[in-house]
């Protein structure tokens, strides 16, 4: 077998039914509770994660996954087929994950071709690279048309998400340009995005979250206007915002496709409860 297979970690918030059904291999980030550690989608599900968020005195740490814990999933990979890799990872100014699967690549260079791809975003952004990526190989694209596809869909796909708090993200550490809404009035709704380089960066603050989504929709439509889309919700905690959001979108656009997912506990644990987000791109 010969056709790219396609790797990425539990930070892209993949369905497990859609990344089985496609072939997409997994390397696991980690959550941590004090000294009680689970592997992100696998030792612990979203709906468990967000439980023990609520009950939990201190807020949770993660961790990248060990180049070893790569090696293994590209020495498997190598043993199945003479393929070539592609492994796309959560932003590097995120996480030191994609530095883990870069040092893995080296130490497997004898076994495999494997090509590290920086998302320079995180969550279904990265997940909708890694469909696209797998998508493309089941029709025999080769390795240097999946990599130009997969640029292709992080330059075209448009990100905005409001949080309840932005607690969660300065306290990780990850607000990066956000940090200037920390301290925001009662019930502003930050409304933010990640850059094209690869950073948490404000769009706007709206009170209230009624006009948070109705801004969405006009950021959407400064984007995508008279164009159909694909879209893809994501939400920790509240399913029904998600629904809502998606309820307003489609009064406004043709949308050709809608996926959702649920926000493991990595990326919940730098967003926390009550977040949602959008993510579209032009169908």
Same mark, same amino acid.
């Given at each position: 077998?010969?056709?790219?297979?396609?790797?990425?970690?539990?930070?892209?918030?993949?369905?497990?039914?859609?990344?089985?059904?496609?072939?997409?291999?997994?390397?696991?980030?980690?959550?941590?509770?004090?000294?009680?550690?689970?592997?992100?989608?696998?030792?612990?599900?979203?709906?468990?994660?967000?439980?023990?968020?609520?009950?939990?005195?201190?807020?949770?740490?993660?961790?990248?996954?060990?180049?070893?814990?790569?090696?293994?999933?590209?020495?498997?990979?190598?043993?199945?087929?003479?393929?070539?890799?592609?492994?796309?990872?959560?932003?590097?100014?995120?996480?030191?994950? +994609?530095?883990?699967?870069?040092?893995?690549?080296?130490?497997?260079?004898?076994?495999?071709?494997?090509?590290?791809?920086?998302?320079?975003?995180?969550?279904?952004?990265?997940?909708?690279?890694?469909?696209?990526?797998?998508?493309?190989?089941?029709?025999?694209?080769?390795?240097?048309?999946?990599?130009?596809?997969?640029?292709?869909?992080?330059?075209?796909?448009?990100?905005?998400?409001?949080?309840?708090?932005?607690?969660?993200?300065?306290?990780?550490?990850?607000?990066?340009?956000?940090?200037?809404?920390?301290?925001?009035?009662?019930?502003?709704?930050?409304?933010?995005?990640?850059?094209?380089?690869?950073?948490?960066?404000?769009?706007?603050?709206?009170?209230?979250?009624?006009?948070?989504?109705?801004?969405?929709?006009?950021?959407?439509?400064?984007?995508?206007?008279?164009?159909?889309?694909?879209?893809?919700?994501? +939400?920790?905690?509240?399913?029904?915002?998600?629904?809502?959001?998606?309820?307003?979108?489609?009064?406004?656009?043709?949308?050709?496709?809608?996926? +959702?997912?649920?926000?493991?506990?990595?990326?919940?644990?730098?967003?926390?409860?009550?977040?949602?987000?959008?993510?579209?791109?032009?169908?």
């Amino acid at each position: 077998m010969n056709q790219v297979r396609v790797v990425t970690d539990s930070t892209a918030d993949l369905p497990a039914d859609l990344r089985a059904k496609l072939g997409i291999a997994l390397v696991p980030l980690k959550v941590n509770f004090g000294t009680e550690s689970y592997r992100d989608g696998i030792d612990m599900n979203p709906d468990e994660f967000y439980a023990k968020l609520a009950s939990s005195a201190e807020l949770p740490k993660t961790s990248q996954p060990s180049p070893t814990e790569f090696q293994e999933v590209y020495e498997r990979l190598a043993e199945q087929g003479e393929g070539p890799i592609i492994s796309i990872h959560l932003g590097s100014n995120f996480s030191g994950t +994609y530095q883990s699967a870069v040092l893995a690549k080296s130490m497997v260079e004898d076994k495999a071709d494997v090509t590290v791809v920086d998302s320079l975003t995180a969550s279904f952004g990265i997940g909708a690279m890694a469909i696209a990526a797998a998508e493309a190989s089941m029709q025999g694209k080769s390795k240097d048309e999946i990599l130009g596809l997969i640029a292709e869909v992080r330059q075209a796909m448009r990100i905005y998400f409001l949080v309840d708090t932005l607690e969660y993200l300065q306290k990780g550490g990850r607000i990066g340009r956000a940090a200037a809404l920390v301290g925001s009035l009662l019930n502003i709704k930050p409304i933010l995005s990640i850059s094209d380089d690869g950073y948490v960066a404000s769009v706007d603050k709206v009170r209230g979250q009624k006009k948070a989504m109705n801004r969405i929709l006009e950021l959407l439509q400064q984007e995508f206007a008279g164009k159909p889309i694909h879209l893809a919700l994501a +939400y920790s905690t509240d399913k029904t915002t998600a629904q809502e959001l998606e309820a307003l979108i489609a009064g406004h656009f043709e949308i050709r496709s809608v996926q +959702y997912t649920h926000l493991g506990p990595v990326i919940g644990t730098h967003v926390g409860p009550g977040t949602v987000a959008a993510f579209a791109s032009p169908a």
